[in-house]
């Protein structure tokens, strides 16, 4: 008993103050993308391994549902023309605002206020693997844990899909787990929330090309927000799930 | 031809050109991979491809630990059967039954012909004749059947309880004791192996670290080592090679503590299972600051590493990783001295020395049966040839000893991390130049890696024109699921969990 004590007072209050302070990403890390006028030399077309990149007006577009942050483009452009920001915010609630070009002005992402009304204080999630490398399922896993606490938010992982307001789904959806999904998705009560995390869930990611699986959770279901990346940062899913539930506003 | 030329002996991280390796007729085949199994080698991988006469060619790697060589060996296959050997060779079972599925060659006399991963064959027959034309329902097999009063059959999956990945378990109950378990996978199969074939190209190494996303450094590292050895790469440097064996290791601690806080939290020993959900994260996010992702994605390439070290970084990096280091200790020192969770894993999912053998498992699974595998150790590669971490080996063979094994690894690996982290300085040359690569041709390469779980084992082959006709990938857990269906026989079905977590098993890993 003593040493548990003991043991408490060493380790100490963990829980990080998010969103307030945010989260000191590291150096290396890879966020937002800014992309400046170019020549369209193509070079970074070329290299990009999940094709995310493609000619637009003035240079270039890349989207970041596609784009697993493997940060070749910006190696091979001579021109500097793309940057990458240290922003973790990048949780979209429609498919077209994950492009990013040189004149591009995002639309406004508008809050649902019936989303608000409905979910706004408590939101329960039944995750679904679909082929998932286990990455972006850790970095869900870790918002449970002392260190981010998305309890406090009234946000939770549940077991059964009965108790779900919302289904998050990860991984490129493999042609094996297709039924148990659609199962699941069928099972949760309505109204239902559609969550994809993760470059795979959103469009195939780096699998987008394999016969084994079918791409993604556009085709079948209405997604309420998309939270791309390669895995995301555990802060890049927290910040979306509050951004959804209108507890943080841009 | 006697017994020693049957097979060609490789180091690790070897290569060797295609007409070196010897065709054996079938019989002999057969015959010298059962006589060189029961001397106590073991089979790290088998598997077939399509040769340029576009045969199927079986290839057998056998390691042994005490020499530290593999042996490797193959034949072809003119008709579309093959004699099984799952029968005497237990741990050749599921490596039978993979060959059947990708290239619909048919074990003779297998005792458990079942699919592996539900998908249809690399080539136009199929083991089973299903229609290419029909899809595949995963997991729709002849269960086997227990059949008695008051037997009952539980289902879980595929979808399962928590944030994990999927796959279908199936018991057979009297009371609450377990008579059988059979586990059925393939959920997550996304066809890397395939889409692999034709490579090396801008995906591959994209698709490498997506085999296993808590293993990404070993099978980068594991790759990065076939790529240098099929184009004869040599320029590596001390520092790239010690700062991935430190990216390994942390991999390790952040795994093995994930594990360990999981372990607690399934007897409910909370202190200990919120300390070290934390730690772990703080481990990941350690390894974020070296290469910008928590798993150390685009951390490793082929010819070095993907990152510059600098003496700020560098700093940084030790002064964090000692605070870490030590909350973790006390951690796990909490949780190792409560007699009360002690009892609990004490003699919980006994997996007996001689079985684990038999059925061919690997990694820290085998060093908690008193089994000494450890492939950093058996097999070096990379900083590994010069320096080594002790092995740590249990003999119970219960959860008890494989959360021991996970703490003493962790402890070791820390050690190393903090003696070697000293060593490392700053270097400007990030090694990202490296692309223009051209492969020896008509080759074998393989790589082993020490990843958390156990060996990681790739093996490349590649064609006249240098690019690979097969990649094959061996996980652990491939070699270790069975053991999880042996250790539950006449155990408890609430303690199912607590066995599970104590294997901790990559399910994407072996679906691929």
Known sequence: MLSIIKTRLKQGCRTIKFPDRGFPLPKNYLGKPVIKKCSKCQKCQTICPVSCISESNNGISIDIGKCIFCRKCFQVCEEGAIQFEKTYELAEFSRSNLIYSTEMKKQESLLNKEIKRVFGRSLKLRQVSAGGCNACEADCNVLETVGWDMGRFGIQFVASPRHADAILITGPITKNMELALKKTYDALASPKLVITVGACAISGGIFAESSEVLCGVKKFYNVDLYIPGCPPHPATILHGLLKLIGKISE | ?512
Not at chain 2, 175 to 204: A, C, W
Not at chain 2, 294 to 313: C, S, V, Y
Not at chain 2, 475 to 485: I, V
């Open chain 2, 1 to 512: 031809m006697n017994n020693s030329e049957h097979f060609t002996k490789m180091r690790n991280t070897e290569s060797r050109d295609l007409s070196k390796i010897p065709i054996l007729k079938n019989s002999v085949f057969f015959e010298s991979i059962k006589s060189h199994c029961s001397k106590g080698l073991r089979v790290s991988s088998y598997f077939s491809f399509l040769n340029s006469k576009k045969q199927n060619q079986l290839i057998i790697v056998l390691a042994d630990d005490e020499s530290s060589y593999f042996l490797v060996s193959s034949t072809i296959i003119e008709g579309r059967e093959f004699p099984s050997l799952a029968i005497e060779l237990p741990q050749i079972q599921l490596f039978e039954r993979e060959i059947a599925e990708q290239f619909g060659l048919i074990p003779e006399g297998h005792p458990r012909f079942y699919p592996v991963r539900f998908h249809h064959s690399y080539t136009e027959s199929d083991a089973w004749n299903r229609n290419k034309k029909h899809s595949i329902k995963p997991s729709v097999i002849d269960f086997t059947d227990v059949i008695g009063n008051d037997i009952h059959e539980v289902a879980v999956g595929p979808v399962h309880a928590g944030v994990i990945e999927p796959g279908h378990f199936r018991f057979h109950c009297f009371g609450e004791k377990v008579f059988n378990l059979q586990i059925s996978l393939g959920y997550q199969h996304r066809g890397i192996e395939k889409m692999l074939i034709g490579g090396p190209d801008k995906k591959t190494l994209h698709l490498i670290e997506t085999v296993a996303g808590d293993s990404t450094i070993a099978n980068t590292i594991a790759y990065s080592q076939i790529i240098e050895s099929l184009s004869g790469y040599q320029g590596i440097t001390l520092s790239s090679l010690l700062t991935r064996a430190i990216l390994l290791e942390l991999e390790r601690m952040a795994n093995h503590v994930g594990d360990i806080g999981a372990l607690s939290n399934d007897v409910a020993f909370l202190p200990t299972s919120s300390y070290c959900g934390r730690i772990r994260g703080d481990f990941l996010n350690l390894t974020a600051e070296f290469c910008g992702n928590r798993f150390g994605r685009r951390a490793i390439l082929p010819g070095g590493i993907a990152f510059q070290l600098d003496t700020e970084l560098l700093s940084r990096f030790k002064q964090r990783f000692c605070k870490i280091f030590d909350e973790f200790k006390s951690a796990a020192e909490l949780f190792f001295s409560s007699t009360s969770t002690m009892e609990r894993l004490d003699g919980c999912g006994v997996l007996e020395k001689k079985i684990a053998k038999e059925i061919g498992v690997v990694g820290l699974v085998a060093r908690a049966t008193g089994i000494h595998c450890d492939s950093r150790f058996n097999f070096p590669s990379g900083i590994f040839n010069f320096t080594q971490i002790p092995i740590v080996f249990f003999d119970s063979g219960d959860v008890l000893a494989r959360a021991l094994v996970r703490y003493h690894e962790a402890i070791n690996s820390g050690k190393f991390i903090l003696e070697q982290s000293s060593n490392l300085f700053e270097e400007n040359k990030a090694s990202s130049l490296f692309l223009d690569y051209k492969l020896k041709p008509n080759s074998l390469s393989l790589s082993m890696v020490e990843a958390w779980r156990g060996e990681t084992l790739h093996i490349a082959i590649t064609d006249c024109k240098g690019r690979f006709i097969r990649y094959k990938i061996v996980d652990p857990s491939f070699h270790n699921w069975t053991a999880l269906e042996v250790v539950l026989r006449n155990e408890l079905i609430y303690n199912f969990p607590l066995c599970n977590k104590s294997f901790n098993l990559s399910y994407c890993g072996h679906d691929l």
